[in-house]
């Protein structure tokens, strides 16, 4: 019998898994944008494979997803964050995720992905180089 390599990896091939550690507001219709939601959102776990989605005990086949939807931000320290967002039977479930290199391949499903401008963050980048502007100058004044 003789060996046969693998086959490479095509730009076609679907991820084989990815787990995430993110936060997860269920049911809302549109994906919140206030902090305040966020910041009371629960913890979970989303693994993704190559059939199902799993995450707080459940799990839902890839095939019974009806929408799937990556809102794509930079945050005032200019990495990305995105908002995941599915439907399937009749509910919808938001998560809050880092955006890395697993979310810009092809998933088990098809899945828009839209970048989104974050709000207040010309405000929020001022802010911050205000701040760093106020810290060196306190350490050049002693």
């Not at 787990?19 to 269920?26: A, H, S, V």
């Not at 989605?53 to 990305?80: Q, T």
Request: one cysteine or more; glycine letters at 4%; aromatic letters at 14%.
């Amino acid at each position: 019998m003789e060996d046969t390599p693998p086959p490479s990896p095509s730009s076609d091939s679907v991820h084989s898994a990815g787990t995430f550690t993110c936060k997860i507001i269920e049911n809302g219709d549109e994906p919140p944008r206030s902090n305040k939601k966020w910041t009371r959102a629960r913890r979970c776990r989303l693994q993704i494979d190559t059939d199902h989605l799993h995450f707080d005990g459940r799990s839902i086949p890839a095939s019974n997803v009806e929408k799937a939807v990556l809102r794509i931000y930079k945050s005032a320290f200019f990495f990305e964050y995105a908002v995941f967002s599915i439907q399937a039977a009749g509910k919808r479930y938001h998560f809050g995720l880092k955006y890395d290199d697993f979310w810009k391949g092809n998933l088990p499903f098809a899945v828009e992905r839209v970048h989104e401008e974050t709000p207040f963050i010309l405000f929020r980048r001022s802010l911050i180089v205000l701040i760093l502007v106020y810290i060196f100058w306190k350490v050049v004044q002693h």
